[in-house]
């Protein structure tokens, strides 16, 4: 499975960005696919989740700027981001569990939000 993200970039506050996740070997459909960010210093922490069934889940500090979404003919996972504050800045990392329960995950790409 090979997971590979881009779309980060460096930003300024208030401006918005997409990533993509281009996934192969598995079927994002049929799996659940999460987006995940890990600050300077900081844990990683999960962001945002589309499951099998397309239902999507927030963290709080995201919510009603950040959407999932897929694109199951190109199988490809995005995470619109908008409103971006300089609190975002992390790298952010694309992971997949597919119907087995094996779970993959991707390099990641920067997103730094300065002004």
């Known amino acids: 499975v090979r997971l590979v993200e881009s779309g980060g970039g460096l930003v300024r506050p208030g401006d918005s960005l997409r990533l993509s996740c281009t996934v192969s070997?598995?079927?994002?459909?049929?799996?659940?696919m999460r987006w995940y960010r890990q600050p300077p210093g900081k844990q990683r922490d999960v962001v945002a989740t589309?499951?099998?069934?397309?239902?999507?889940i927030y963290a709080d500090s995201v919510k009603g700027r950040f959407t999932i979404s897929r694109d199951n003919t190109a199988n490809i996972v995005y995470l619109q981001m908008n409103r971006l504050e300089p609190e975002d800045t992390a790298v952010y990392s694309c992971?997949?569990?597919?119907?087995?329960?094996?779970?993959?995950w991707g390099p990641g790409t920067q997103v730094t939000v300065s002004s």
């Open positions: 992971q997949s569990v597919d119907s087995r329960g094996f779970v993959s």
């Open positions: 070997e598995i079927a994002i459909e049929t799996s659940t």
């Open positions: 589309i499951t099998k069934s397309a239902t999507t």
